[in-house]
Each structure stands twice: as structure tokens, then as C-alpha cells.
């Protein structure tokens, strides 16, 4: 169950014996109560849809920067390969950008 299907819970629209055995089905009262609990939980899950679509859009945001910062870095390396401390300072840099990737699948 997911949960956005678990905050409101619905009970099933089902006929109830009446006094003499019968089939009984439900009172405006009662079909009123559950069409407001079916409401509630379509609002639920548009609620966590929502918080979801929003932590992909954060963790999208955070694969493009640590594909920026990579790409800077691989420039980097190419400009200064020559150099030795660049080389060390690009690879930190490739480094960091790694964690930051790892850090935003961990969201």
C-alpha cells in the first residue's frame, strides 16, 4: 500500500442486510461520507505526487550541476595536463562532483 492510498481509508460501497435479511443500501448520509473520504484520497495522492515529483526535480537539478562540474573539470584536465597540482585539483574536483551525484541519489 502506498501512502497516499493509506491516509484515507474508504470502506467498500457494499449492500448491508436489512431487518428482514434483505439486501440494504446505503443511506444519502452514508454514500455522501464516502464520496467525501474518495475526495480526500484522491486530494492524498495528488498531495504525494506532487512531494515526489518535486524530490525528482531536486535530484535532476542535482545530476545536472555534478555534470557541469565534471565537465569543467575534464577541461580542466585538458587545458592543464601538463601540470601536475592541476591534475590533483581537477581530480578532487571530479571527486566532488561524484559524492554530489551519490549524495542526491541518496534523496
Given amino acids: 500500500m ?4 493509506s491516509v484515507v481509508a474508504i470502506p467498500p460501497l457494499v449492500a448491508t442486510g436489512g431487518p428482514m435479511g434483505g439486501a440494504r443500501l446505503p ?3 452514508e454514500a455522501a461520507q464516502r ?3 474518495a475526495v480526500q484520497a484522491v ?3 495528488e498531495a504525494y ?3 515526489q515529483a ?3 526535480a531536486q535530484l535532476h537539478a542535482a545530476h545536472v550541476q555534478a555534470a557541469q562540474a565534471a565537465a569543467v ?3 580542466q584536465m585538458l587545458q592543464f595536463r601538463q601540470a601536475p597540482s592541476h591534475l590533483m585539483d581537477a581530480h578532487q574536483a571530479v571527486m566532488l ?3 554530489q551525484v551519490s549524495a542526491a541519489d541518496d534523496l
Fill in 2 to 5: 502506498t501512502e497516499a492510498t
Fill in 27 to 29: 443511506t444519502p448520509a
Fill in 97 to 99: 562532483a561524484a559524492l
Fill in 35 to 37: 464520496a467525501v473520504q
Fill in 54 to 56: 518535486h524530490a525528482h
Fill in 49 to 51: 505526487a506532487t512531494s
Fill in 73 to 75: 573539470t575534464l577541461q
Fill in 43 to 45: 486530494q492524498a495522492a
